[in-house]
């Protein structure tokens, strides 16, 4: 999937130690850094971070506004390397809804799989949704 540089995207962190990770584009890669929260604030970047807000969507809303105004949002240190740094800029929230098919979808194809045409046509479900599963409109073939 290609995605311009400074789009984004927060997700559930592996880690025990944060709740959520970052996955960014830059020119080159898509890298990931984990979300922390010092104190009372998420940041990145330490506790004395340019961006740090109370909630994760004031965060995603407030770097947003910061790195349309100044081109980059944050400079992160690389990993283990203490001189450099990694320029961050964070302007697009990728969505879900953008690369993910809806659970409606998602089930109608789990049904299509799963049972034939006439045992579909059997089940006592009202009509519209009956005639949605049995649609061949957008089906992916095998």
Not at 43 to 69: M, R, Y
Not at 84 to 105: D, M
Request: net charge positive.
């Amino acid at each position: 999937m290609d995605r311009p540089p400074g789009t984004f995207l927060i997700r559930d962190s592996a880690s025990d130690r944060y709740i959520f990770t970052v996955s960014y584009r830059t020119a080159d890669s898509v890298l990931h850094t984990r979300l922390p929260r010092h104190g009372e604030y998420f940041c990145l970047g330490g506790p004395n971070a340019l961006v740090k807000a109370h909630s994760l969507v004031t965060f995603v809303e407030d770097s947003i506004q910061k790195c349309k105004e100044r081109g980059v949002c944050l400079l992160m240190h690389k990993k283990d390397i203490r001189t450099g740094t990694e320029k961050l800029a964070l302007l697009k929230p990728l969505k879900r809804h953008e690369v993910l098919p809806s659970l409606k979808y998602l089930s109608r194809i789990v049904i299509r799989h799963s049972f034939s045409t006439e045992t579909i046509s059997a089940l006592p479900i009202p009509g519209s949704i009956k005639q949605y599963i049995l649609s061949t409109k957008y089906l992916v073939p095998n």
